[in-house]
């Protein structure tokens, strides 16, 4: 697996079953698994509900679709070394997400939506980031 320190950015790779924690950066830095894939994975995913509620299935099976490939192909993998495809996928779901978490928040705040509709995707967000990365 590809490891990052959170200090100065180096990358290392461990083998599978080898703990981060037991290690350190040349720099004495906490080296930290890569999940920026993964975390742009649970976004598009979780973000992409909405859209079913509003009549537009269509964004929320396409957000699912990225999130299932990006899940898959992010393992331990940082952004940098992933395949071709895998970046362009990552980078639509990460505006995806991204755009729908501003029309989120933009909801409740312009367009008085209250709150209890928009804060429980962040909210299962936040918890299946906890679990799952
Ligand atoms: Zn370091």
Avoid: Q
């Avoid at 537009?56 to 940098?80: H, M, P, Q, Y």
């Amino acid at each position: 697996m590809k490891v990052k320190c959170e200090e100065c950015g180096e990358t290392y790779t461990l083998n599978d079953g080898e703990d981060p924690d037991d290690y350190i950066c040349e720099c004495g830095g906490k080296l930290k698994r890569e999940t920026f894939l993964r975390r742009t994975a649970l976004g598009v995913g979780v973000f992409s509900i909405p859209y079913g509620f509003i009549g537009f299935s269509e964004l929320t099976l396409g957000g699912i679709a990225l999130a299932v490939i990006l899940w898959f192909n992010g393992k331990d993998t940082s952004f940098d070394d992933a395949p071709f495809m895998t970046k362009v996928i990552a980078v639509i779901a990460w505006i995806f997400s991204l755009g729908t978490a501003l029309i989120l928040i933009l909801s409740s705040l312009l367009w008085h939506v209250p709150s209890t509709m928009t804060l429980p995707f962040f909210m299962v967000l936040y918890i299946l980031d906890r679990i799952l990365l």
